[in-house]
């Protein structure tokens, strides 16, 4: 990791606490990330995972404690200013993309932090800008075709271009390699690591349920069970087998080759 003295605060939440129905979903959360942090975030199914992502993403307010997102304080600052400034990947997302809108459009409208094409005038950099995303993302080819027609892993790559359109100052994905087949996934791994890997890049947060689908460049973890932070810090040393068997409730060994986990029961 370079330049730890001058990284700047990029998420801030202190003492987060999400309550719903009488159950805290987060509870109690202290997580900061730097400008040149990338992070994987892992936990079981229904460990909090995504409602902390929505949290990063001030698409919801905590019911106490307080979260700072680019050093605006939510609750504080106008949400539709801040939210162009964060590059976001999640099933919401897709689910509210029309699916007879082009790839192009899909990433183009980005700019204009809309869904759904209507009368906007793109310029020339918009449309240079989101095919160049489309092409680096490997997904060129299809920028004319409509959004439903497209499989499973070409449209999470252009959903991840989608949420660069805009230069995010963060990035965050939500299971950006969920269904896909291994081919897809090794090859989206490898696309996030040089994305990870470039100093130039956003800060970035994935949230996943599988080791294997950790880019080899990411620098920490947060492991979360039951709302409940397990462990956080840099990756060596918070992704342990004792720290993961802890959040899934059962032992398992997990190894690491080259830069790629795998875990597997004890
Ligand atoms: N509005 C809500 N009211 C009550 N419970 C909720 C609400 N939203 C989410 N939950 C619950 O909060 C818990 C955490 O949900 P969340 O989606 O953040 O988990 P997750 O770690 O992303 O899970 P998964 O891996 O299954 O996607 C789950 O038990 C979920 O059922």
């Given at each position: 990791?370079?330049?730890?003295?001058?990284a700047?605060?990029?998420?801030?939440?202190?003492?987060?606490?999400?309550?719903r129905?009488?159950?805290?979903?987060?509870?109690?959360?202290?997580?900061?990330?730097?400008?040149?942090?990338?992070?994987?975030?892992?936990?079981?199914?229904?460990?909090?995972?995504?409602?902390?992502l929505?949290?990063?993403?001030?698409?919801?307010?905590?019911?106490?404690?307080?979260?700072?997102?680019?050093?605006?304080?939510?609750?504080?600052?106008?949400?539709?200013?801040?939210?162009?400034?964060?590059?976001?990947?999640?099933?919401?997302?897709a689910?509210?993309?029309?699916?007879?809108e082009?790839?192009?459009?899909?990433?183009?409208?980005?700019?204009?932090?809309?869904?759904?094409?209507?009368?906007?005038?793109?310029?020339?950099?918009?449309?240079?800008?989101?095919?160049?995303?489309?092409?680096?993302?490997?997904?060129?080819?299809?920028?004319?075709?409509?959004?439903?027609?497209?499989?499973?892993?070409?449209?999470?790559?252009?959903?991840?271009?989608?949420?660069?359109?805009?230069?995010?100052e963060?990035?965050?994905?939500?299971?950006?390699?969920?269904?896909?087949?291994?081919?897809?996934?090794?090859?989206?791994?490898?696309?996030?690591?040089?994305?990870?890997?470039d100093p130039?890049?956003?800060?970035?947060?994935?949230?996943?349920?599988?080791?294997?689908?950790?880019?080899?460049?990411?620098?920490?973890?947060?492991?979360?069970?039951?709302?409940?932070?397990?462990?956080?810090?840099?990756?060596?040393?918070?992704?342990?087998?004792?720290?993961?068997?802890?959040?899934?409730?059962?032992?398992?060994?997990l190894?690491?080759?080259?830069?790629?986990?795998?875990?597997?029961?004890?």
């Amino acid at each position: 990791m370079v330049n730890v003295g001058q990284a700047e605060r990029i998420i801030d939440i202190s003492d987060a606490v999400i309550r719903r129905g009488g159950k805290n979903l987060i509870n109690r959360v202290d997580w900061r990330v730097d400008s040149d942090q990338r992070w994987v975030v892992l936990g079981p199914n229904g460990a909090g995972k995504t409602t902390l992502l929505n949290l990063a993403a001030a698409r919801s307010h905590p019911t106490s404690g307080t979260v700072e997102i680019l050093d605006e304080t939510v609750g504080k600052v106008d949400l539709f200013e801040l939210r162009p400034r964060i590059g976001l990947s999640t099933a919401e997302v897709a689910a509210a993309l029309p699916s007879d809108e082009t790839a192009l459009d899909v990433v183009r409208t980005a700019a204009w932090s809309v869904v759904g094409r209507w009368r906007e005038d793109y310029d020339e950099y918009d449309t240079e800008r989101a095919m160049s995303l489309l092409n680096w993302l490997g997904v060129g080819s299809l920028a004319d075709r409509t959004f439903g027609t497209l499989s499973e892993g070409e449209r999470k790559r252009v959903l991840i271009s989608r949420a660069l359109m805009n230069d995010p100052e963060v990035l965050l994905l939500d299971e950006p390699a969920a269904g896909l087949d291994l081919g897809a996934r090794e090859g989206l791994v490898a696309t996030l690591s040089s994305l990870a890997a470039d100093p130039a890049s956003p800060a970035t947060v994935l949230v996943t349920h599988h080791v294997e689908e950790i880019p080899p460049s990411f620098t920490h973890a947060l492991i979360l069970s039951g709302g409940d932070i397990v462990a956080s810090g840099p990756i060596a040393e918070t992704l342990t087998a004792e720290a993961l068997s802890k959040a899934f409730g059962m032992p398992l060994i997990l190894e690491n080759r080259g830069g790629r986990y795998t875990a597997r029961a004890a």
